[in-house]
């Protein structure tokens, strides 16, 4: 929503991003590809500064910030996020990330393992993908929406996830005001 109400106001946004050690977090090569794919790049509107790299880093470059700066934006983003799910799942792909969870943020535990045994991952990732499949009014019907979703989870997390989940009977509980699905109530609701 706050991308959206910059964008469609023209107001200048400033955005950092950290490259850090191990691959910890988003690179700025990654947040770079995904602000290019919801705004755009050049031509009067989208991203005008982009700045992958600084002189001002730690330890020989391995701490480095990214910046950007975006005005308005190429085309109009949607009201619902979910109606972007394919556009920066398939930037997200070319770059090697490994999907996008949902247009908006992956609530759960950081220290669980990621694999097919962990449920709430597994959950999680499904959801986002459902919801974008459904999204608008070319979405599909729910079978379909299911089946994207195993195919999401066997690329994602390895061949078979997809059909695990669909096999399970977990889901992640829903909230009330927004309908998404979260793992920890305090900080869903933090946020």
């Not at 989208?46 to 330890?59: F, T």
């Not at 390895?158 to 695990?164: L, P, Q, R």
Request: negative net charge.
């Amino acid at each position: 929503p706050c991308l959206k109400y910059w964008t469609d106001g023209r107001i200048p946004t400033l955005i950092t991003t950290y490259k850090r050690p191990e691959g910890m977090g988003e690179t700025p090569e990654l947040v770079h590809t995904l602000l290019e794919s919801l705004v755009g790049g050049g031509g009067g509107a989208g991203l005008w500064v982009i700045e992958l790299d600084n002189p001002y880093s730690a330890d020989d470059g391995t701490f480095n910030a990214g910046y950007f700066m975006t005005l308005g934006s190429q085309g109009q983003l949607p009201i619902h996020a979910d109606l972007m799910y394919f556009e920066i799942y398939q930037a997200l792909r070319k770059k090697g990330y490994p999907f996008a969870p949902r247009v908006g943020y992956l609530d759960v535990n950081a220290d669980a393992p990621v694999s097919a045994s962990n449920a709430d991952l597994l959950a999680a990732v499904a959801e986002g993908a459902v919801r974008a499949a459904r999204a608008g009014k070319d979405g599909c019907d729910e079978a379909t929406a299911r089946d994207f979703a195993r195919s999401v989870l066997d690329s994602t997390i390895g061949a078979g996830a997809g059909e695990i989940w669909a096999k399970s009977a977990w889901r992640r509980p829903t909230c009330k005001n927004c309908g998404e699905g979260y793992d920890d109530a305090k900080w869903h609701w933090s946020i």
